[in-house]
């Protein structure tokens, strides 16, 4: 886990595009208000002043496939998505395969 200054709005906004997830999607996995990060998206390279809302909104965004990468050998801090388009695609294919999850009768 970083530290709190790690997390801008720049980096919440890049990994939101990257993952394809929506503000209010991520308001609610975080039990954060919307309105708060959209503040926080808007202030661009503005660090998060409470680590507890770093630490919610990191862990939601790497739930849904990002990677934060801390600054170090020169670059600055970034983000990436952990799976290839075509992992995303093969677990998409398979998490909707065999219809809804029923009762095993296996002994």
């Known amino acids: 886990m970083f530290e709190p200054p790690f997390l801008t709005g720049r980096l919440i906004?890049?990994?939101r595009a990257l993952t394809g997830i929506s503000l209010d999607d991520l308001a609610r996995t975080t039990r954060l208000e919307a309105e708060k990060m959209r503040l926080a998206e808007?202030?661009?390279?503005a660090c998060l002043s409470s680590a507890e809302d770093s630490e919610a909104i990191?862990?939601?965004?790497?739930h849904f496939g990002a990677v934060f990468l801390a600054e170090?050998?020169?670059?600055?801090?970034g983000?990436?998505?952990k799976f290839t388009r075509l992992d995303v695609k093969q677990i998409t294919r398979m998490e909707g395969e065999g219809g809804p999850a029923g009762d095993d009768d296996v002994p």
Do not use: K, Q
């Open 58 to 62: 990191i862990r939601a965004l790497e």
């Open 79 to 81: 983000v990436r998505l």
């Open 72 to 77: 170090g050998g020169g670059l600055g801090a």
């Open 13 to 15: 906004a890049a990994a």
């Open 42 to 45: 808007d202030s661009g390279s």
